[in-house]
């Protein structure tokens, strides 16, 4: 009762596309090359669903794979590495984490490759569902009204749970506070907008689009 019906897959394909195309419209021009990091353990629908959007764009797709890292932040093969810099965005489809990889660093703050990290397992089902079909333009009046509202100006934020947390840690200088939202501009927010500390360029989806 309340669930959602199963939609046959070839539909629940082109609905993920759809979803997909949210970060990389705002990020990826036509004529780019991108790079699709993932591995074999990863569903293979989902850096399709990818590679089509970024056709769809008018963007070229390179597909990169390998066997998956036994955790989350661990490089890639090296040569996988060398492409991560070698091209114009990155991103990362595996099923662990490698935004914060040394790799991942290095193609952001060295190469100046922007990632946009689809990475941690996402699934076809997570594509047509949830997080990834939110209404990104009440994200972005959300997020902003936090930031302002309630973080900005801040030193300390503490957390407290009736299961017996109890945490206290700064926020000075660490408050993020993204653009104030343009109800005229497309859904999402470009790449520049999630600069959060130098060196660092990239967007998370589903989460930011």
């Known amino acids: 009762m309340g669930q959602r019906p199963t939609q046959p897959a070839g539909n629940r394909l082109i609905e993920a596309i759809g979803h997909v195309k949210l ?12 790079l699709i990091v993932t591995d074999t353990a990863h569903d293979p629908a989902v850096w399709r669903a990818i590679a ?3 056709v769809d764009i008018g963007a070229h797709p390179v597909i990169s794979m390998f066997e998956p890292r036994v955790m989350d932040y661990f490089d890639p093969p090296a040569s996988v590495g060398q492409q991560m810099q070698a091209v114009d965005v990155v991103v990362t489809c595996t099923t662990t984490a490698m935004l914060h990889s040394p790799a991942g660093h290095a193609a952001m703050a060295e190469a100046g490759v922007p990632i946009i990290t689809m990475d941690g397992g ?3 089902d997570m594509l047509t569902r949830g997080a990834a079909t939110a209404d990104y333009k009440e994200v972005e009046r959300l997020t902003h009204t ?6 900005e100006g801040g030193s300390e934020a503490r957390l407290t749970s009736a299961h017996g947390t109890e945490l206290t840690l700064s926020i000075e200088d660490r408050v993020f506070v993204p653009p104030k939202p343009d109800p005229t501009a497309p859904v999402g927010w470009p790449i520049e907008a999630m600069e959060l500390r130098p060196g660092f360029t990239a967007a998370v989806f ?3 689009a």
């Open 146 to 151: 936090v930031a302002t509202e309630v973080f």
């Open 206 to 208: 589903p989460g930011l």
């Open 23 to 34: 970060p990389l419209e705002r990020n990826v021009e036509a004529g780019d090359e991108v």
């Open 52 to 54: 089509a959007a970024l």
């Open 122 to 124: 996402i699934t076809i």
